[in-house]
């Protein structure tokens, strides 16, 4: 359950921000609100006991990205903004994957879930075959063979098709009431970075406005809280004996640490 950013990247701790210019931003909130997808999907596959054929991290993902996109598509602003988004989970998982199993030499195989450079593969081929006109440079320029991109439209729509199977076998009917709250609070953050990037989150209102959208679409069958604290390790998780999706602020220091490593020549957006 537990999705952790490397544990390198948050080694350093901060004390100051640098101050935050529009990408930094947009790749920290793209990066924590997959996270948050991510582990709202295992609180939808674990309370409505939603049947998985295969790994579940792998499922988590899927179910993040597509709803990503296809609760978005209606709004061209908030779509081409769940776009970037993605494209910047993409690359915090590839950052991750060179700042972490790379430099230590410890590849995890054993994890749950997949390497992060094969997260990064799956999400940046969902992209492409949601749209191949839009991110038609997007597999040359991540070194994806054409044996994986071919097959990226088949992917996504297998995706699609499965999210709309989960909306349409365990989705809120028309004219049904909407179900348990979803409680959302806010500790203080202990880092300068921390507290600046809490504060973009908050005037984006990206807790309330999933929460919501969730609230539309999912019945979930007890009350649950997101609980936005420090945790002293750089991860998120749903914790169901407590009903509770915590998200650690030391995510968003390892995340903006990340960002600082960014290339900034292959910028994409
Ligand atoms: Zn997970």
Not at 65 to 73: D, I, Q, S, V, W
Not at 177 to 193: D, H, N, Q, S, V
Request: glycine share 8%; aromatic share 8%.
């Amino acid at each position: 359950m537990w999705l952790a950013v490397s544990a390198t990247a948050a080694e350093t701790p901060v004390y100051r921000a640098r101050g935050l210019d529009a990408s930094t931003v947009d790749f920290v909130l793209g990066n924590f609100e997959f996270v948050l997808l991510h582990e709202l999907a295992h609180v939808v596959i674990g309370e409505l006991k939603v049947p998985v054929l295969g790994p579940e991290e792998d499922a988590a993902d899927f179910l993040a990205a597509t709803a990503l996109l296809n609760t978005t598509r209606g709004d061209p602003v908030s779509y081409r903004r769940a776009n970037t988004w993605l494209l910047a989970a993409a690359e915090g998982l590839r950052l991750s994957w060179a700042e972490g199993e790379t430099r230590t030499g410890e590849l995890p195989y054993w994890n749950s879930h997949s390497l992060n450079i094969q997260r990064f593969y799956s999400i940046a081929c969902l992209l492409y075959g949601n749209d191949p006109d839009a991110f038609a440079d997007l597999p040359a320029e991540v070194g994806m063979p054409a044996a994986r991109a071919d097959g990226c439209e088949a992917e996504w729509q297998k995706a699609d098709r499965s999210f709309r199977w989960l909306l349409d076998n365990f989705g809120r009917k028309p004219g049904q009431p909407a179900g348990p709250e979803i409680r959302i609070f806010y500790a203080a953050p202990k880092t300068l970075a921390a507290g600046e990037l809490l504060r973009e989150i908050q005037r984006d209102g990206m807790l309330e406005r999933v929460a919501g959208a969730m609230r539309e679409r999912i019945i979930l069958p007890r009350e649950i809280s997101l609980r936005m604290r420090s945790c002293g390790r750089p991860e998120a998780a749903w914790q169901p004996e407590q009903r509770e999706l915590v998200l650690c602020f030391e995510l968003l220091d390892a995340l903006y640490q990340l960002s600082g490593r960014r290339d900034t020549n292959a910028n994409r957006s």
